[in-house]
Each structure stands twice: as structure tokens, then as C-alpha cells.
């Protein structure tokens, strides 16, 4: 079994990572990970502009979360896709998108990608609404992202949008459609992979419009540039 270095997910082979595409080796039989431990996002991988964010306390997550989640995947970016909060495989590990929803994200992915024709591969860079993890005793585990929350996060988003300039974006559930349709009205609105995995995950009915909504995506990148 390999492993990306970076972003911890697995690979089939040594060389760039499909998934956070930032050329790092995936290394073979690092072994299972220990209990509680997680990598912290080095600031030496994360683009100058955004490296205050690491240490935001613009909102009331910054006293639970362990990471923040800026994003993975190369900037600029011909896809922008934003999903809606880190959940808490992603609080642990610092990187959005690792857990099953991760899984049908980068299904979806691959496929889309697999059915493109042509020498070059859109690239593409995954984000969220918030960047560290909604969640409290009162309201629950994994709530949904407040108002508040959403507001405070949003010039990190936006300066995210700025710095992978990207030729479309895709936003993922309705959280993210709520947040950013208004300021990104072209942008291209599918059902979040953690709906899908609900719903029955690679099987189920929703997975395949979600992988043409992101064939979609990739083609009006490719047709842009
Ligand atoms: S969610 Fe966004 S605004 Fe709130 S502390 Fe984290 S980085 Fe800052």
C-alpha cells in the first residue's frame, strides 16, 4: 500500500498524487496511522497569501478545531471546487475531503477526468465554505456552518478564488450554493459527495449526474483555456 506524503490518502503507485496534485512521492508501507495522531498543515506548503489563515481567529472555531483546512491541490487551478465545512477526518489530518465523501469526490474525479479526451488534464483545486471544523456540544458534531461562521470565512474563500484563478468553479450541496451562488453566478452546482454516500455512494442514482456535472466542469475549463 503507498501513500501520499502531503495529503495521507492512498495511491496505486510512487510519483505525483492523484489527489492533491502538489507532486509530492507517495511513499509505500508507512503503516497504519496512530491513534489521535495527525499531520499539521506546515506552512512552508501553503501559498504566502494564505498563511495567515492558519492562524485565523476571525470565528469561535478556532478554540475546537486542530487544523485549518485551507485546501489541497495546485494554484492556480483550472477547476475551483468548494464544499461546505471540513468534517473530522479533515480536522485531523488537515486536508478537505479524505473521508467517504472524500472517496465519492475523488471517484467522481477520476472517471470525469478518465473520460476527457485530449493531451492536457484540467487541474483542479478542492476547498470549503469554512476552513476549520463546525462543531460544538450544543448543536452537535457535524453541524452545518452558521451565518456567522460563513461570513468571517468568506475573504478566505474568496481570496482562494483569487489566487487560482479559476475558469470555472463547482460548488458542492447547498451550503456552498447558498454561500457563494450570488457572488459566482456561473457556477456550476452539484450534489455534495457526502449526499451521494447517503444515498448509496458510487451506486447510487446521484453519482452519475454528479460525475457528468464534473465532466461538464472540466470540458468548460479545457474550452476557457
Ligand atoms: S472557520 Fe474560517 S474564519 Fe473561522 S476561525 Fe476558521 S479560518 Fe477563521
Known amino acids: 500500500m503507498t501513500r501520499c506524503y502531503q495529503c495521507h490518502d492512498h495511491g496505486p503507485t510512487k510519483g505525483t498524487c492523484p489527489v492533491c496534485g502538489r507532486g509530492v512521492i507517495l511513499r509505500a508501507n508507512i503503516g497504519p496511522r496512530r491513534a489521535g495522531g495527525h499531520r499539521p498543515l506546515v506552512a512552508g506548503n501553503v501559498p504566502k497569501a494564505l498563511r495567515p489563515w492558519l492562524t485565523c481567529k476571525r470565528c469561535g472555531l478556532h478554540h475546537v478545531r486542530r487544523n485549518v483546512v485551507l485546501g489541497v491541490g495546485p494554484l492556480p487551478a483550472d477547476v475551483l471546487l468548494v464544499g461546505e465545512a471540513p468534517g473530522k477526518s479533515e480536522d485531523l489530518r488537515g486536508v478537505p475531503f479524505v473521508g467517504k465523501a472524500g472517496r465519492i469526490l ?78 459566482w453566478p456561473t457556477a456550476i452546482h452539484l450534489y455534495h459527495p457526502a449526499y451521494i454516500a447517503r444515498r448509496g455512494g458510487t451506486a447510487s442514482t446521484e453519482f452519475r449526474p454528479f460525475v457528468r456535472g464534473l465532466e461538464e466542469a472540466f470540458e468548460g475549463a479545457r474550452e476557457e483555456g
Open 106 to 183: 475523488r471517484a467522481g474525479l477520476r472517471q470525469a477526468l478518465a473520460s476527457l479526451e485530449g493531451a492536457r488534464e484540467p487541474t483542479y483545486y478542492i476547498t470549503n465554505v469554512l476552513a476549520c471544523h463546525p462543531t460544538d456540544k450544543k448543536r452537535g458534531p457535524n453541524r452545518a456552518p452558521t451565518r456567522e461562521e460563513t461570513l468571517a470565512c468568506w475573504p478566505r474563500l474568496e481570496l482562494t478564488e483569487r489566487l487560482a484563478r479559476p475558469k470555472v468553479i463547482v460548488l458542492l450541496g447547498e451550503v456552498a450554493r447558498q454561500a457563494c451562488s450570488r457572488q
